[in-house]
C-alpha cells in the first residue's frame, strides 16, 4: 500500500516545487548571446572608420587598436571560463559579462554624443587636433571593459545552457541537440544583422544613434538573462581543468631532482586512477609530476595527493602531454588566421570604391565582410555536398579529405586570399592615381566593390577548411576530459593572431617610413601600398603552409587519420 504514496508523492513533488532548468530557459539564454553578438559585432566593422575620422588616428594606429580589441574579445572566454569553472559559477560570470558589456557599450555612446569626449573636426576654420590622452583613456577603456564582458558572456553561456537540460525526468534527449543547433542558428543570424542592419544605421543616422542602438541591444541582453534567474539551474563552481595543468607543471619543477634513468620503471610508483596508462617515459620531465616518492606522505588515507600541487594523477600528465603534442600545429592555424583578422583594411578599401547596388542604394563599407561570413558557410556546402559526393563517385568509394589536408588547404587559400586582395588594391591605386585623386584619400574611385569580392570569398573558404578544421582537430586528439579545452584552442589562435598581425603591420610600417618616405600602410591609401602589404602576408601564408607540413610530418598518425582504428585492431 505504501508504493503507490511514494509514487503518488513523486508524482507531485516536481509540480509543487516547479523543477528549476528545461527549455523553458532557452530562448533567455540564448536572446542573451544573440543581444550581445549584434551589439559588439555590430561596432567592429565600421570601428577603423570611427578611429580615424573622429579621432584623426593613422591607419595604422586605428587597425593597431582593433587588433588588440579582437586579441582581447579572444582570449577573455578563456579567462572567464577559468574565473567560473574555479570560484564564481557560469550564472554569475554570464551576469558580469552582461553587466560589463552594458557598461562598454554605454562608455562608448557617450564618446558620441559629448562632443568634448573627441578631438574636434578639422574645417577651414578649426585646424585639426589630435586625441588627448584622458579622450583616448575614456575610448580604450570602452573598448576594454566590452572585451571584458563578452569573455563573461562567450565563456558560459552555451555550456550554461546545455546544464538547464541536465535533469533525471528530461524525457527527449533530443532537447539538448534542438539547443545546440539553435544557438548557432542565433549566433549566425546575429552576426548577419550586425554587419547589415547595424552597420547601416551608423552610416544612414550617424554616431549617435549608431551606437545607441548597440546600447538598447545590450540592456534587453542583460534583462533577457536576468528575469529568468528563478528558472536557472545554477550549478556551483568546481576546479578547473586549467588548473591542473599548472599543477603538473609545479610538480614536475618540484620533484625535478629525481633521476629516472638510474631506476627500474618496475619499481617507480604512479599516481593514478583506477583505468589510467602512463603512455611513454619520453616525457620524462613531466612525468616526474605523478611519482609517488613516499605513499604515507605523499597519499591520503582515501588514495588521494596530500598536495596536488607536489602530486598529481597520470592522467593529468597525459593531458598535458597532449596539449603539448599539437602545439605545433595549432601555431600554423594560428598564423593562417592572421589574413583573417585584416578586415579593417579590406573596409577602408572600400570606403573608396564604387558600392552602389542600385542608382539609390549603396552598401555600407563596414557591410562588405559580410561576404567572407557568408562564403564560410557555401564552402562548407560546395565540399560537403559537391567534392567529397563527386570524388567519391570518381572513386568508387567513400573519399573525403582528413583533417590535416583539410587544414592544408585552408593554409593555402589564406595566401591565395592575400594575393587577390594584392591585385584588387594594385588596381584600385592605379586607377585613383590616373584619376587624379593622389592627394584624395577619401575620393571614390571608377571601380566596383566587387573587385574585393575573390579576396573576401577566399578569406571565408579559409575558415571553412582551417578553422572549422581546427576546431574538429583539437576536438578529435585531445582526451575527452579536455573538451572544454579544445573547444577554446581555437579561440585562443585568433586572440595570438591579432597580436601578430598587429606586430607585422607595426614592423613593416616602421620600416617603410625609414628616411622620410610613406608608409605602405599610409592613412592616405592612394599614396601607400597595401598591395606590397598583402604580398607580404601572402608569401609569409605561404612559408607558413611548408611549416605547417613539416609539423604534421612530425605529428604524426592522428586518431581523426586512422590511429583509432589502428589502436581498436591491435587490441583485436
Given at each position: 500500500?505504501?508504493?503507490?504514496?511514494?509514487?503518488?508523492?513523486?508524482?507531485?513533488?516536481?509540480?509543487?516545487?516547479?523543477?528549476?532548468?528545461?527549455?523553458?530557459?532557452?530562448?533567455?539564454?540564448?536572446?542573451?548571446?544573440?543581444?550581445?553578438?549584434?551589439?559588439?559585432?555590430?561596432?567592429?566593422?565600421?570601428?577603423?572608420?570611427?578611429?580615424?575620422?573622429?579621432?584623426?588616428?593613422?591607419?595604422?594606429?586605428?587597425?593597431?587598436?582593433?587588433?588588440?580589441?579582437?586579441?582581447?574579445?579572444?582570449?577573455?572566454?578563456i579567462?572567464?571560463?577559468?574565473?567560473?569553472?574555479?570560484?564564481?559559477?557560469?550564472?554569475?560570470?554570464?551576469?558580469?559579462g552582461?553587466?560589463?558589456?552594458?557598461?562598454?557599450?554605454?562608455?562608448?555612446?557617450?564618446?558620441?554624443?559629448?562632443?568634448?569626449?573627441?578631438?574636434?573636426?578639422?574645417?577651414?576654420?578649426?585646424?585639426?587636433?589630435?586625441?588627448?590622452?584622458?579622450?583616448?583613456?575614456?575610448?580604450?577603456?570602452?573598448?576594454?571593459?566590452?572585451?571584458?564582458?563578452?569573455?563573461?558572456?562567450?565563456?558560459?553561456?552555451?555550456?550554461?545552457?546545455?546544464?538547464?537540460?541536465?535533469?533525471?525526468?528530461?524525457?527527449?534527449?533530443?532537447?539538448?541537440?534542438?539547443?545546440?543547433?539553435?544557438?548557432?542558428?542565433?549566433?549566425?543570424?546575429?552576426?548577419v544583422?550586425?554587419?547589415?542592419?547595424?552597420?547601416?544605421?551608423?552610416?544612414?543616422?550617424?554616431?549617435?544613434?549608431?551606437?545607441?542602438?548597440?546600447?538598447l541591444?545590450?540592456?534587453?541582453?542583460?534583462?533577457?538573462?536576468?528575469?529568468?534567474?528563478?528558472?536557472?539551474?545554477?550549478?556551483?563552481?568546481?576546479?578547473?581543468?586549467?588548473?591542473?595543468?599548472?599543477?603538473?607543471?609545479?610538480?614536475?619543477?618540484?620533484?625535478?631532482?629525481?633521476?629516472?634513468?638510474?631506476?627500474?620503471?618496475?619499481?617507480?610508483?604512479?599516481?593514478?586512477?583506477?583505468?589510467?596508462?602512463l603512455?611513454?617515459?619520453?616525457?620524462e620531465f613531466?612525468?616526474?609530476?605523478?611519482?609517488?616518492?613516499?605513499?604515507?606522505?605523499?597519499?591520503?588515507?582515501?588514495?588521494?595527493?596530500?598536495?596536488?600541487?607536489?602530486?598529481?594523477?597520470?592522467?593529468?600528465?597525459?593531458?598535458?602531454?597532449?596539449?603539448?603534442?599539437?602545439?605545433?600545429?595549432?601555431?600554423?592555424?594560428?598564423?593562417?588566421?592572421?589574413?583573417?583578422?585584416?578586415?579593417?583594411?579590406?573596409?577602408?578599401?572600400?570606403?573608396?570604391?564604387?558600392?552602389?547596388?542600385?542608382?539609390?542604394?549603396?552598401?555600407?563599407?563596414g557591410?562588405?565582410?559580410?561576404?567572407m561570413?557568408?562564403?564560410?558557410?557555401?564552402?562548407?556546402?560546395?565540399?560537403?555536398?559537391?567534392?567529397?559526393?563527386?570524388?567519391?563517385?570518381?572513386?568508387?568509394?567513400?573519399c573525403?579529405?582528413?583533417?590535416?589536408?583539410?587544414?592544408?588547404?585552408g593554409?593555402?587559400?589564406?595566401?591565395?586570399?592575400?594575393?587577390?586582395?594584392?591585385?584588387?588594391?594594385?588596381?584600385?591605386?592605379?586607377?585613383?592615381?590616373?584619376?587624379?585623386?593622389?592627394?584624395?584619400?577619401?575620393?571614390?574611385?571608377?571601380?566596383?566593390?566587387?573587385?574585393?569580392?575573390?579576396?573576401?570569398?577566399?578569406?571565408?573558404?579559409?575558415?571553412?577548411?582551417?578553422?572549422?578544421?581546427?576546431?574538429?582537430?583539437?576536438?578529435?586528439?585531445?582526451?575527452?576530459?579536455?573538451?572544454?579545452?579544445?573547444?577554446?584552442?581555437?579561440?585562443?589562435?585568433?586572440?595570438?593572431?591579432?597580436?601578430?598581425?598587429?606586430?607585422?603591420?607595426?614592423?613593416?610600417?616602421?620600416?617603410?617610413?625609414?628616411?622620410?618616405?610613406?608608409?605602405?600602410?599610409?592613412?592616405?591609401?592612394?599614396?601607400?601600398?597595401?598591395?606590397?602589404?598583402?604580398?607580404?602576408?601572402?608569401?609569409?601564408?605561404?612559408?607558413?603552409?611548408?611549416y605547417?607540413?613539416?609539423?604534421?610530418?612530425?605529428?604524426?598518425?592522428?586518431?581523426?587519420?586512422?590511429?583509432?582504428?589502428?589502436?581498436?585492431?591491435?587490441?583485436?
Open positions: 500500500m505504501e508504493a503507490p504514496q511514494d509514487h503518488d508523492k513523486m508524482i507531485e513533488e516536481p509540480l509543487l516545487s516547479k523543477p528549476k532548468g528545461g527549455f523553458k530557459t532557452m530562448p533567455f539564454i540564448i536572446a542573451n548571446e544573440a543581444f550581445e553578438k549584434v551589439a559588439s559585432y555590430g561596432l567592429m566593422p565600421n570601428m577603423i572608420l570611427y578611429l580615424t575620422r573622429e579621432y584623426g588616428l593613422g591607419a595604422a594606429e586605428a587597425a593597431n587598436a582593433l587588433f588588440f580589441w579582437s586579441a582581447g574579445i579572444n582570449f577573455t572566454p579567462l572567464g571560463a577559468f574565473v567560473a569553472d574555479s570560484y564564481v559559477g557560469r550564472y554569475w560570470m554570464i551576469g558580469f552582461s553587466i560589463a558589456s552594458l557598461l562598454g557599450v554605454f562608455i562608448l555612446w557617450l564618446t558620441a554624443v559629448i562632443p568634448i569626449a573627441r578631438p574636434q573636426q578639422c574645417t577651414q576654420l578649426i585646424s585639426c587636433e589630435s586625441a588627448t590622452p584622458l579622450q583616448l583613456l575614456l575610448l580604450y577603456s570602452s573598448l576594454a571593459i566590452m572585451s571584458i564582458g563578452a569573455g563573461g558572456i562567450r565563456s558560459c553561456s552555451m555550456a550554461f545552457g546545455a546544464n538547464q537540460l541536465i535533469r533525471d525526468n528530461l524525457k527527449d534527449a533530443g532537447l539538448r541537440e534542438t539547443f545546440f543547433s539553435w544557438y548557432y542558428v542565433s549566433v549566425a543570424v546575429s552576426i544583422i550586425a554587419m547589415t542592419i547595424i552597420v547601416y544605421i551608423q552610416d544612414a543616422f550617424g554616431w549617435s544613434v549608431g551606437f545607441g542602438v548597440p546600447v541591444l545590450m540592456l534587453f541582453s542583460l534583462v533577457s538573462f536576468f528575469m529568468a534567474s528563478h528558472l536557472y539551474i545554477k550549478s556551483k563552481a568546481n576546479e578547473s581543468l586549467l588548473t591542473g595543468l599548472v599543477q603538473v607543471l609545479t610538480a614536475a619543477y618540484k620533484n625535478r631532482g629525481i633521476q629516472l634513468e638510474f631506476q627500474s620503471t618496475d619499481h617507480i610508483l604512479y599516481h593514478s586512477r583506477e583505468g589510467s596508462v603512455s611513454a617515459l619520453s616525457e613531466l612525468n616526474k609530476a605523478c611519482i609517488i616518492r613516499n605513499p604515507e606522505k605523499d597519499l591520503t588515507p582515501d588514495g588521494r595527493a596530500s598536495d596536488p600541487w607536489s602530486l598529481c594523477t597520470v592522467d593529468q600528465v597525459e593531458e598535458l602531454k597532449a596539449i603539448i603534442k599539437i602545439i605545433p600545429i595549432w601555431s600554423a592555424g594560428m598564423i593562417a588566421s592572421v589574413t583573417v583578422t585584416q578586415g579593417s583594411f579590406f573596409i577602408l578599401q572600400a570606403t573608396t570604391m564604387d558600392r552602389h547596388i542600385t542608382s539609390n542604394f549603396q552598401i555600407p563599407a557591410s562588405v565582410t559580410v561576404f561570413v557568408g562564403s564560410i558557410a557555401v564552402g562548407i556546402a560546395i565540399y560537403d555536398r559537391v567534392i567529397v559526393p563527386l570524388a567519391s563517385r570518381i572513386k568508387g568509394k567513400s573525403r579529405l582528413s583533417l590535416k589536408q583539410r587544414m592544408g588547404v593554409i593555402l587559400l589564406s595566401s591565395m586570399s592575400m594575393v587577390a586582395f594584392a591585385i584588387s588594391e594594385r588596381v584600385r591605386r592605379e586607377t585613383a592615381i590616373e584619376e587624379g585623386y593622389l592627394d584624395e584619400p577619401n575620393a571614390v574611385v571608377n571601380m566596383s566593390v566587387m573587385w574585393l569580392l575573390p579576396g573576401l570569398i577566399l578569406n571565408g573558404f579559409t575558415e571553412a577548411f582551417n578553422g572549422i578544421g581546427q576546431n574538429e582537430f583539437f576536438y578529435t586528439e585531445l582526451p575527452t576530459s579536455m573538451a572544454s579545452i579544445a573547444t577554446t584552442l581555437y579561440w585562443t589562435g585568433l586572440s595570438v593572431a591579432s597580436l601578430v598581425a598587429s606586430l607585422i603591420m607595426s614592423i613593416i610600417d616602421y620600416v617603410t617610413t625609414r628616411g622620410g618616405k610613406e608608409s605602405w600602410i599610409s592613412t592616405n591609401l592612394n599614396k601607400g601600398h597595401y598591395d606590397y602589404y598583402y604580398w607580404v602576408l601572402a608569401i609569409m601564408s605561404l612559408a607558413n603552409f611548408a605547417y607540413y613539416a609539423c604534421c610530418k612530425t605529428y604524426g598518425t592522428s586518431r581523426a587519420d586512422g590511429g583509432m582504428a589502428v589502436e581498436e585492431r591491435n587490441k583485436e
